[in-house]
């Protein structure tokens, strides 16, 4: 049974750029009928989809985060990762990493996600 | 994007009540619609997708309908497993945007 974890630093300070990764374990990330994707939870607020990547490399971003997001993965290590550049307070959340499967577009395994704070 | 409106935010409920959680799609989606539950220190689970199919495994006391703009979520006779959070999603377009989410607890 896949499963998915995500680990990065809880804390990053405003301008900085919040790095988390994603390992997946149980199943390969390179299989062509999966995305593998970042989605935030911001406090009492919903849920924000950040974008997704193909093992091929192709990747799909939130446009509204302005091109901050990069995602991009490691096939070697079953691992993918989400940059979130020049955050502000506004960027914390609970991130968590789920994996999108074709050829309905749903996120049908997920981490238990991870909070990150950004403060100075 | 496509803004997603859940309602109730909150509902309470008792076992073996039905209940009915609607999504409101600012534009139509095609049945492009997810429903997931949520519950603290779990990870977060696929009801139905398509609007109405059953993903394998979920229980058939959950089923969905709707169309266009207006989707629903229907528990038949609530569990006490099944207190927790849903969250509507349309994958119709990007980006994906979900629904606020309704807190269904226990009356």
């Known amino acids: 049974q896949v499963q998915l974890e995500e680990s990065g630093p809880r804390l990053v300070k405003p301008s900085e750029t919040l790095s988390l990764t994603c390992t997946v374990s149980?199943?390969?990330?390179?299989?062509?009928?999966?995305?593998w994707t970042w989605i935030r939870q911001l406090p009492g607020k919903g849920l924000e989809w950040l974008g997704h990547i193909h093992h091929s490399g192709n990747t799909l971003y939130n446009p509204s985060l302005n091109s901050r997001p990069t995602i991009s993965v490691d096939t070697s290590k079953n691992q993918f990762f989400l940059r979130l550049t020049s955050v502000t307070a506004a960027d914390t959340a609970l991130y968590y990493c789920?994996?999108?499967?074709?050829?309905?577009?749903?996120?049908?395994?997920w981490g238990k996600g991870t909070t990150v704070t950004v403060s100075s | 994007d496509i803004q997603m409106t859940q309602s109730p935010s909150s509902l309470s409920a008792s076992i073996g009540d039905r209940v009915t959680i609607t999504c409101r799609a600012s534009q139509g989606i095609s049945n492009s619609l997810v429903w997931y539950q949520f519950q603290p220190g779990k990870v977060p689970k696929v009801l139905l997708f398509a609007a109405s199919r059953l993903e394998t495994g979920v229980p058939s006391r959950f089923s969905g309908s709707g169309s266009g703009t207006d989707y629903t979520l229907t528990i038949s006779s609530l569990q006490p497993e099944d207190f927790a959070t849903y969250y509507c999603q349309q994958y119709y377009n990007n980006p994906r945007t979900f629904g606020q989410g309704t807190k269904l607890e226990i009356k």
């Open positions: 149980g199943g390969s990330l390179s299989s062509d009928s999966h995305y």
């Open positions: 789920a994996r999108e499967t074709e050829p309905f577009p749903i996120l049908d395994v």
